[in-house]
């Protein structure tokens, strides 16, 4: 099957990377270490710092990796060759979401166990919960990684990207400013901005000890952004950069 083969052909070149493993797998995790330090003596406040951030950083790490990875096959030459065998631009985007999605899964577990079992996290709901929807803002951040990097010619436009696609959706998810105290502009912009509802997932976890109808809403609005983006991707996906 074309999709497994390119899942697989992601995977390898992942493994044989060490650095961005560290970059998936270990940075997440410091970096709630971190929080825990700056919030230490303040229990509430870690506790709901550090659950939206299981969600934000996955997101920021996820699309960084992607746009520059999906760049570096465009310029190199790899899509076009790749493209004269059976492959087509939706087995690759989505081959791409399925395998980062795996080291998504990955990372998510890693930076949750920490948190729960070493930084003392607690939520009213399940872990597992916190997991899924984790795995899904990082996956979330794979397809618009992939939708932004057909639009970059260099590493350094792909990371351009960063302040315009992951900053604004940082801002107003409601991390910083609830998002019904916010002006009536921001929120109408924070209503289309996937980012917003996988925050108000985790939050409904921490608050609540079973699975809400708000969680499950939020979660299918992410998984949604995600298709969206990959088959926009797959529209713009061009085999070379020139």
Not at 112 to 140: H, K, Q
Not at 153 to 167: G, I, K, S, Y
Request: net charge positive.
């Amino acid at each position: 099957m074309i999709l497994v083969g390119t899942i697989r052909r992601i995977l390898s070149q992942l493994r044989h990377d060490p650095r961005t493993i560290a970059l998936i797998v270990v940075v997440p995790t410091l970096l709630i270490t971190l929080i825990y330090f700056m919030y230490e003596g303040r229990p509430g406040a870690f506790d709901r710092i550090a659950l939206s951030m299981l969600g934000v950083f996955p997101f920021t790490v996820m699309f960084l990796i992607t746009s520059i990875a999906m760049l570096r096959e465009r310029t190199s030459g790899t899509l076009e060759r790749l493209f004269t065998t059976p492959v087509g631009k939706l087995d690759l985007l989505f081959g791409y979401g399925v395998a980062f999605g795996l080291a998504a899964a990955v990372q998510a577990g890693v930076a949750a166990a920490v948190a729960y079992t070493l930084l003392g996290l607690t939520t009213a709901g399940s872990a597992g919960l916190v997991v899924l929807i984790s795995v899904s803002n990082a996956v979330l951040g794979v397809a618009l990684g992939l939708l932004c990097s057909a639009f970059a010619r260099t590493e350094f436009q792909a990371v351009q990207f960063m302040p315009v696609v992951v900053a604004p959706q940082l801002l107003l998810c409601g991390l910083f400013v609830r998002r019904d105290e916010m002006a009536g502009w921001l929120q109408a912009i924070s209503n289309v901005l996937p980012m917003s509802y996988s925050v108000e997932a985790l939050t409904e976890v921490g608050a609540h000890a079973d699975a809400t109808a708000t969680m499950w809403r939020d979660l299918i609005v992410v998984l949604g952004a995600v298709v969206v983006a990959l088959v926009l991707g797959a529209a713009t996906l061009r085999r070379r950069t020139v």
